[in-house]
């Protein structure tokens, strides 16, 4: 079963604004990580925050960390055409990762 | 330079063949994945490996083997291929568990 589920799946939002995905999961973590995936690509690192940690912030991204309702949200600020791409969720627990199924965001230029 | 290497990245074959996917990293990690990804876009956990723990997710049919010749190599085998098995799948590799950094893909095509 899928530990981290994104929502929403899909986001449109025009350039310039700003976008926010929400991942929710449901066991105890060591870490939560976002990955970004082009189409047809493998996915990149974006950023981690650490089951201690409730905000973390890398550029143009703000992430933050609510263990309590077991959820965590991505904000990309001053969206760009190239910031399109799906988002995803990975939950580390002990022995399990796991990976959502994604949001897909598009900024229309 | 490519950190994580995956080969073929794509692969048409015939149900009931015997396959295999190649993965290699120069990052020097010592913990490798493989993730088969569905059409709906889920990402699933199928291995991950270290040179002293395979863990294997309990949902992966035995048909699928990763073979490990050395710490930089982590290749999947797959036997009796049947059209389920229709996805890209991805390889990674991190330093412990961490940031895992992903290969582009093979894109395997059961007919």
């Known amino acids: 079963s899928q530990q981290g589920e994104e929502d929403p799946q899909a986001l449109s939002i025009q350039e310039g604004e700003n976008a926010t995905m929400n991942c929710s999961y449901k066991t105890s973590i060591n870490n939560l990580q976002w990955y970004r995936q082009n189409s047809g690509r493998g996915l990149v690192h974006l950023i981690l925050i650490r089951s201690n940690e409730r905000e973390k912030h890398s550029g143009r991204l703000r992430v933050t960390l609510d263990t309590s309702k077991k959820s965590s949200s991505l904000l990309i600020t001053a969206s760009r055409a190239a910031d399109t791409a799906s988002y995803f969720c990975?939950?580390?627990?002990?022995?399990?990762?796991?990976f959502g199924a994604g949001t897909r965001l598009t900024v229309k230029p | 330079d490519t950190a994580v290497s995956q080969t073929p990245k794509y692969l048409v074959t015939q149900m009931g063949n015997d396959k295999s996917i190649k993965c290699e990293q120069n990052l020097g990690h010592d913990t490798m994945y493989w993730y088969k990804q569905d059409s709906k876009k889920f990402l699933k956990i199928m291995f991950s490996y270290n040179n002293k723990e395979l863990i294997i997710n309990e949902t992966v049919p035995n048909r699928f083997s990763p073979k490990s010749p050395d710490k930089a190599h982590l290749n999947l085998h797959i036997n009796s291929l049947e059209l389920g098995d229709s996805a890209v799948y991805f390889c990674a590799s991190s330093p412990g568990r961490q940031t895992q950094y992903f290969g582009p893909g093979t894109r395997l095509l059961v007919l």
């Open positions: 990975a939950t580390d627990a002990t022995n399990d990762m796991r």
